[in-house]
């Protein structure tokens, strides 16, 4: 079924002004509403369902700024089917190219984040502080300058808002984002950046909070092999429980495993797993143990998996 859908583009003439003023009463509302330029300018459409090619709007690759509606997510691909490169927004872009995502768009869907926020399910599965990691935020580039030490989620950084040039994070992965509240462009980082720019978040950083922990590493589980052999655990249960399937090289696809993982411990190595065969569709790369892959909206998801070279994207 094809996604619902509101087009709205401006023409010269006598009506220009009431379709300029329809325009303004659908922006912002439920969904997604992309432009064809900066500023929120040129013609437009909102949609409200999953939208795996935008050339049947004739949109591809041709959007620089979108608006999206209070409380939801949406994740763009750069290529159709939910392929390729992929982020999450929360908040409206007013100009994709400082994010560079201009003119970048062949694919977009809505991310649900059902159940308990994520900040809620780190602190029940790490009570009292058991397995956080800490996130160092550095005023300069390369650790240097004043510094902010944080060891849970903080929605607000006040005097160290837009000020973090560089980072470090020890135990864990975090979600830092350009907005308070953990809104607007959001990254997940791990061990250390040097420069915040490889992250388009240089200066920018307003709120962060850890997203997995590391106490899970020392309850029983499988040792890295001698011979370092990349390995990684599938379990069908969060938190490391119930079946399993043990996988040391590329799988293009599961098999009997297929959608069924709900978590995974990296043994060694790194690993991109993903919700299709062949490694299609929405994928992401493992650096260490997730206790539930709900967290990146692939609990039941896993189709394909494969080792790969970890390098934060630029």
Request: hydrophobic share 30%; glycine share 8%.
């Amino acid at each position: 079924m094809r996604p619902r859908m509101i087009v709205a583009a401006v023409a010269p003439g006598l009506f220009a002004a009431a379709l300029l003023l329809a325009q303004e009463r659908r922006v912002g509302g439920i969904g997604i509403t992309v432009f064809q330029d900066p500023g929120f300018q040129g013609p437009n459409a909102t949609f409200r369902d999953d939208v795996p090619d935008l050339s049947d709007y004739r949109l591809n690759d041709r959007v620089s700024s979108f608006r999206i509606g209070r409380g939801e997510f949406w994740e763009v691909c750069e290529h159709k089917d939910f392929g390729g490169r992929c982020a999450v927004f929360s908040s409206h872009e007013p100009d994709l190219g400082r994010v560079s995502w201009n003119d970048q768009i062949s694919s977009l869907r809505r991310v649900r984040r059902e159940g308990r926020d994520p900040e809620e399910r780190v602190r029940d599965r790490y009570p009292s502080g058991r397995g956080r990691s800490e996130l160092i935020l550095y005023e300069d580039e390369n650790y240097r300058g004043r510094s902010r030490r944080l060891d849970g989620p903080d929605a607000f950084l006040s005097d160290f808002a837009n000020r973090a040039s560089s980072l470090r994070s020890t135990g864990g992965a975090w979600e830092v984002c350009d907005e308070p509240n953990f809104g607007g462009r959001c990254a997940s980082v791990t061990g250390t950046v040097p420069d915040l720019r490889a992250y388009s978040l240089h200066d920018r950083i307003e709120s962060a909070r850890p997203i997995r922990g590391r106490s899970w590493e020392r309850e029983p589980g499988p040792e890295p092999p001698a011979d370092d052999v990349p390995t990684l655990v599938l379990y069908e249960r969060p938190n490391f429980r119930g079946r399993s399937v043990e996988l040391h090289g590329t799988e293009g696809e599961l098999d009997e495993f297929n959608d069924r993982a709900q978590s995974a411990r990296v043994v060694a190595g790194n690993w991109q797993i993903c919700e299709h065969a062949e490694f299609r569709g929405r994928c992401v790369t493992l650096t260490e143990s997730v206790p539930d892959l709900d967290d990146y909206s692939l609990s039941d998801a896993v189709t394909s998996a494969r080792p790969v070279s970890y390098r934060p994207r630029r």
